[in-house]
């Protein structure tokens, strides 16, 4: 942290397809390795099931799912972030996260109004630092449960 | 003041007091006579009072120092205790409670509590109809001027005080007084004490040395001394302690103490005759339990740690499982012996910790006995309600729900249960109805039983009602067995009390109940007989948290299938399926069952054809039954129920799910959702 002046903001920074994109550190609780899920029936298509995480049944959702980008084979590098909101706990898995940035609040600007369709829905605000454009997504959108349920009447399988 | 820290501690501890009061009032009513009683009552009084005024609730403190008075008439025989004291102080509970209530859930603890201090300020200046009686009463135990013997003195003490005076000691009982405007009163105790036992041994003090030094009396306390010195030179000395304002000293003489023993025996021993509205056999029995229990120590822990602590131990039994995988292929004897002693000693950490989760079920029967005699009181019915098995254990989750169910089963086996009086002489009872809550264990389950020995159900009333209000048909009744009859009266939309009163409502209560404990995994049966009572008989599962199930296997997913729901397993051929209205159904003895392939329901990704013979789990909801198709049993297990989380809710047909001991998740299978 160099001159942590204006480093109000710490992000978590992980990848999608070759996108950067970030979630504020205090969203998270941790990083997982990709164990083995246990599918839920009768979900929406971008739950991915439940894993034990240290003895809690914690759901996991395909991040790439959720934006309907196409799915990828898990590697090594597929991680789970385990975020927080209020009072749920939800794995989101990605291709990767490696890295913790700060930035300041006011580097983040509003998201451009054309990013390709539907991600667009699920992004708070944009931020770049030196050439990495960064996109900040909002997790209240990505876990919002109405969606959950529209998704499951049409995805029934 | 920052408070909010004791705020918790305040709440939990006045609630106890106020349980405390609620038992011993109750016991008081039906030993009118026993000090003792009233001694208790006073102390949980008098703590709530200092409790709550050192918090600020001043509407709290007000109506316990008024209380407090009241029964410090009552303990210095100023007062008698009858039916229309008791009901004062009753009353007077119930604004205490409903503060505390306030308080507990973010209020301010105000109330207005004119009424009831006015009504008990009324009864400490004697103004009741026994007034005159108990003033005659008084004066006889007045009568010997300087003999009031003010403590009472237990086997213990009695015998010092003998021996003492054999060996030619004086014996006195001082009653000391502070002045009004003393600050340090726990200091001026102290001298006191300091002056008195350089002159000789303090036997007894009333309240004791503890609460004294925790200022926890008014400004008069009483102290009996062993000493040599006479009578004037320990009262001098007392009172050259500055602010004690008045030190009475009383020789005793062992004549007092004579006359004061079998005053006591008598006391404890003789149940009095007096108005008893609602009675607890229990709390008989439960006298010597209770002193015991009062020396066990006990903490307190939030609910949520042990939850924590259950999660990090399942996590060690996971890792246990590996453990013993790795002994066995590695086949080293010494790894082998630790690791079977580690497993030894998990197993038994395992039954303390959920062990640590159950709760005996009295915390939930306690609030009955109050309950009743209020509502026989309202009803004007006598009823004697008897409680059986209060020290059952059951888990804290049970616990927490099932108190609204039983208090709607024991309204409405009072309101429509029990007769009146007249009734009941008429029909040959006795005028006192008995109410019977019993608690068991057995096997898995706990079982609670509320038996009356009122009029029971009568058939053809409920039949009829049933039909009236259309929640059967003529030809389904024609075919009712007498229980499945008596089942009715849980259905919504029932009321067969002719009149609707206030005390069990109008047939809503009783398939709420139902409902209740059916989400709690348990069920609830009704047996009757006309004439001679009903007994509803509830059954629960020990836990929520741990539940018996049966694994099964389905492609390459487990699935736990829960015992409780399971009839049995079979294994069918596919020649023996059959089919009515495009549902594949078997001939299970003697009965169709649906079939229903859980390989369907769950969507899983299917590789395998099915073979000739299928494994089918007979499961039930109720009466109806269903057959699951799964493709083989791994077997029973007792697994630990884990919750979905927030996120994943009303998963279709699942109910939660497991941790197995290879780590991975299991869902666990809700039967109930499958059967319609």
Redesign the interface.
């Given at each position: 942290m160099t001159e942590a002046a204006a480093a109000d903001l710490k992000l978590i920074v992980f990848q999608l397809k070759n996108k950067e994109y970030a979630i504020p550190v205090n969203q998270v609780r941790s990083i997982e390795k990709v164990q083995h899920i246990t599918r839920v029936p009768r979900t929406a298509g971008f739950v991915k099931g439940v894993i034990n995480l240290r003895g809690v049944v914690t759901p996991i959702i395909s991040l790439r799912s959720r934006f309907n980008l196409e799915e990828a084979e898990y590697t090594d590098q597929t991680r789970v972030i385990i975020s927080v909101l209020e009072d749920m706990e939800v794995g989101l898995i990605v291709d990767s996260a490696n890295d913790v940035i700060d930035v300041s609040a006011e580097s983040i600007e509003p998201p451009p109004e054309v990013v390709g369709a539907e991600e667009a829905d699920f992004i708070k605000g944009v931020t770049k630092i030196e050439k990495r454009l960064m996109i900040l997504i909002d997790l209240e959108k990505v876990l919002n449960p109405d969606e959950l349920a529209i998704q499951s009447g049409t995805e029934g399988m | 003041m920052e408070m909010n820290q004791y705020l918790e501690v305040f709440i939990e501890e006045s609630k106890e007091h106020l349980q405390a009061c609620n038992e011993q009032l109750l016991e008081l009513e039906k030993k009118p006579e026993d000090i003792k009683i009233v001694n208790e009552i006073f102390r949980s009084a008098h703590t709530l009072k200092g409790m709550s005024a050192t918090m600020g609730y001043e509407d709290l403190a007000n109506l316990t120092h008024q209380m407090e008075n009241v029964l410090d008439a009552i303990r210095n025989q100023k007062i008698k205790v009858n039916a229309e004291i008791l009901d004062v102080v009753f009353l007077a509970v119930d604004d205490l409670e409903a503060m505390v209530h306030s308080i507990a859930e973010g209020g301010d603890g105000k109330r207005d509590v004119s009424e009831a201090v006015a009504k008990l300020k009324l009864i400490e200046m004697g103004q009741n109809p026994a007034q005159a009686e108990a003033k005659a009463e008084t004066a006889v135990a007045m009568a010997e001027p300087s003999a009031a013997v003010k403590s009472t003195y237990d086997e213990f003490e009695w015998t010092v005080i003998q021996q003492s005076r054999e060996q030619g000691f004086e014996i006195y009982e001082i009653s000391v007084a502070l002045r009004e405007d003393c600050l340090l009163k726990a200091a001026r105790v102290y001298m006191i004490f300091e002056v008195l036992e350089k002159m000789g041994e303090v036997i007894k003090a009333t309240p004791s040395v503890d609460q004294l030094e925790e200022e926890q009396f008014d400004q008069e306390f009483s102290i009996t001394i062993v000493t040599q010195e006479s009578r004037e030179d320990v009262q001098q000395k007392l009172l050259k302690v500055s602010e004690v304002e008045k030190a009475d000293v009383v020789p005793l003489s062992l004549d007092d103490l004579r006359q004061q023993e079998p005053e006591k025996e008598e006391e404890v021993r003789t149940p009095s005759a007096g108005s008893i509205v609602a009675e607890t056999l229990s709390n008989e029995g439960k006298k010597a339990p209770a002193a015991k229990q009062a020396s066990n120590k006990t903490i307190r822990v939030n609910i949520e740690r042990l939850d924590i602590l259950m999660?990090?131990f399942?996590?060690l039994v996971?890792d246990r499982g590996r453990l013993e995988q790795i002994s066995r292929e590695v086949n080293n004897q010494e790894l082998h012996e630790t690791v079977e002693h580690m497993s030894r000693i998990s197993g038994d950490l395992q039954n303390i910790i959920l062990n640590m989760r159950m709760v005996p079920i009295e915390t939930v029967f306690n609030r009955f006995p109050r309950m009743v005699r209020q509502l026989a009181r309202d009803l004007n019915k006598k009823i004697n309600l008897e409680i059986v098995g209060a020290e059952t254990e059951l888990d804290r989750t049970v616990i927490d729900e099932i108190g609204d169910p039983l208090v709607h089963l024991i309204r409405n086996a009072l309101d429509h249960g029990v007769e009146t009086p007249e009734i009941r002489k008429a029909n040959g009872k006795s005028e006192e109805g008995s109410v019977i809550l019993k608690a068991y264990h057995s096997g898995n389950h706990v079982f609670i039983e509320i038996e009356d020995d009122g009029a029971g159900i009568n058939k053809e009333k409920v039949i009829s009602k049933a039909l009236k209000n259309g929640i059967i048909t003529e030809q389904a009744a024609a075919a009712l067995s007498d229980k499945q009859a008596y089942e009715l009266i849980f259905a919504s939309g029932f009321s067969t009390a002719e009149k609707i009163s206030d005390v069990s409502g109008r047939g809503v209560g009783l398939d709420v109940v139902k409902n209740t404990i059916e989400s709690l995994g348990g069920s609830v049966s009704i047996d009757s007989k006309v004439g001679q009572g009903s007994i509803f008989s509830i059954q629960l599962p020990l836990t929520l948290s741990i539940i018996s199930v049966m694994l099964v296997e389905i492609e390459e997913?487990k699935f736990a299938i829960p015992l409780s729901s399971i009839i049995e397993t079979a294994i069918i051929k596919k020649g023996d399926i059959l089919s009515a209205h495009n549902q594949k159904v078997i001939d299970f003895r003697g009965k169709v069952v649906p079939l229903l392939s859980l390989k369907e329901?769950?969507?899983?990704p299917s590789e395998h054809q099915e073979g000739e013979f299928l494994s089918v789990v007979i499961v039930r909801k109720g009466e109806k039954m269903a057959g699951l198709i799964v493709d083989s049993f791994i077997g029973q297990q007792e697994v630990v129920l884990?919750?979905?989380?927030?996120?994943?809710?009303n998963?279709?047909?699942?109910s939660g799910?497991t941790?197995l001991g290879n780590?991975?998740?299991?869902?666990i299978v809700d039967c109930n959702a499958l059967i319609k």
């Open positions: - | 999660n990090l399942e996590e996971i997913e329901i769950f969507n899983v884990k919750s979905l989380g927030n996120y994943l809710t998963v279709f047909a699942i799910a941790i780590g991975q998740v299991a869902l």
